[in-house]
């Protein structure tokens, strides 16, 4: 059963994702209008609200689609097909413009990027450099993906009391982490991508691979809730309130609490409420057409929006965009800066929608399936003879 908010979900996030980068483009002239920009995103967190619910997400609806007795090696070539072609190309693309900037390759984080290790050493050079900064959230994706056809065994067994005891249980654990490995981790060179703590105290609470798999791990035990009947009458508003909730509350907590830790939880009510209304056959807000085929894009438009936007904006300095997005920016009059924004989102939409069916999707059909199990194709029919 396809679930179509969710889609739906997906393609608010990476709406906020988007948002989120488009802050630091430096499009405003106006500081007036630049820190309204800035209050609307959060200062940037709304796109941290917006991992939590991809990874939330990409565990519930694996765990919804997995069927008994599925393979783990025909997991694991479906997951890679999915997101490999495309990963692949953007890195072929990026790393050619930054050669053509003039830039010396740094092989090692390229390398490291290119087959989504980068997050797993604490070097803050292998996240300043990767070719695609949006691509360490693929990096938590695949240790999701390596270890999912062995949780979703012990997920299974689970009874529903259970199930919400390990959501609980992983909520807590979100909140504790920073709460331990913040004051341990402080003293150290600061992060050069968040305005507040150290780099490795932002690498354990936001980039660390085990760290993040607890969003992903909430949406497969919420996924089976959900499937069992289970689920108890949380509405839609009320978990979008929630939400909202805390993520105004994070403008009064201390930084490491407004990375990662409170989010989760607040994100799987949301999430299984609109699973909730996906299976009771009733309509939402997020499950309309549009917002289904936005969401059919988004790994597409997440994956690409970085290149797009900065590639866009340095053009209009006549430049090529080096590593760390470097370039002259320019900024615009308030009207200008917001229609260029909103620009570069339809062109992102656009350039997404190319890669999906260019790329995307015949990669899918082709090799997402070992050849045996492919569709034979028809043998072209004899000429017949004229008569």
């Known amino acids: 059963m396809k679930l ?7 393609a608010v996030g990476v709406v906020f994702v988007f948002a989120s980068h488009a802050l630091v483009l ?3 002239k106006d500081p007036n209008a630049l820190s309204v920009f800035n209050t609307l995103t959060g200062d940037g967190r709304l796109a941290f609200l917006a991992v939590s619910f991809f990874l939330v997400i990409s565990g ?16 694991w070539r479906r997951r890679v097909m999915r997101i490999g072609p495309s990963h692949v190309l953007l890195a072929v693309l990026a790393l050619t413009q930054f050669a053509a900037a003039g830039e ?87 992060s050069q991508f968040y305005p507040a703590g150290s780099w490795p105290q932002l690498w354990a609470l936001y980039f660390f691979p085990p760290v993040r798999c607890i969003d992903f791990l909430i949406g497969m035990f919420l996924a089976r809730i959900v499937a069992s009947g289970s689920w108890p009458r949380i509405r839609i508003l009320p978990a ?30 949301l999430i299984g409420a609109l699973a909730a209304q996906d299976v009771a056959g009733r309509r939402t807000a997020l499950s309309a057409p549009f917002m289904v085929w936005l969401g059919d894009l988004s790994f597409a438009i997440y994956i690409t929006h970085l290149t797009v936007m900065f590639a866009v904006h340095a053009a ?38 190319v890669l999906h069916v260019t790329v995307e999707m015949p990669a899918i059909r082709r090799w997402s399936r070992p050849a045996a199990q492919r569709a034979p194709r028809r ?4 000429p017949q003879p004229q008569t």
């Not at 519930?60 to 997991?75: E, N």
């Not at 360490?136 to 993906?145: D, F, K, P, Q, R």
């Not at 999912?148 to 065994?153: A, E, M, V």
Request: hydrophobic share 55%.
């Open 316 to 353: 209009f300095a006549g430049e090529l965009v080096g590593y760390a997005h470097s370039y002259t920016p320019t900024a615009f009059d308030t009207p200008a800066a917001v229609a260029f924004v909103v620009a570069l989102y339809v062109l992102c939409v656009a350039v997404s929608w």
């Open 379 to 382: 043998p072209n029919p004899e």
């Open 240 to 269: 979008a309130l929630l939400n909202l909730a805390v993520f105004l509350l994070l403008y009064h907590l201390p930084v490491p609490f407004g990375i990662a830790a409170l989010y989760p939880v607040p994100a799987a009510l």
């Open 4 to 10: 179509p908010s969710l889609e739906g979900l997906r």
């Open 104 to 190: 010396t390759i740094r092989w090692g984080p390229a390398v490291a990027n290119l087959f989504l290790v980068q997050n797993w050493w604490p070097s803050q050079d292998l996240i300043m450099y990767q070719f695609n900064g949006a691509t360490w959230t693929l990096a938590v994706e695949m240790l999701c993906y390596a270890m999912f056809p062995l949780l979703i065994r012990f997920v299974r067994r689970l009874g529903t009391r259970a199930l919400w005891s390990w959501i609980i249980g992983l909520g807590a654990t979100a909140v504790l982490i920073p709460a331990i490995s913040y004051p341990l981790l402080s003293g150290f060179p600061p």
């Open 26 to 28: 430096g499009a405003f």
């Open 60 to 75: 519930f609806v694996l765990t919804w689609s997995a069927k008994p007795g599925q393979s783990a090696t025909g997991f």
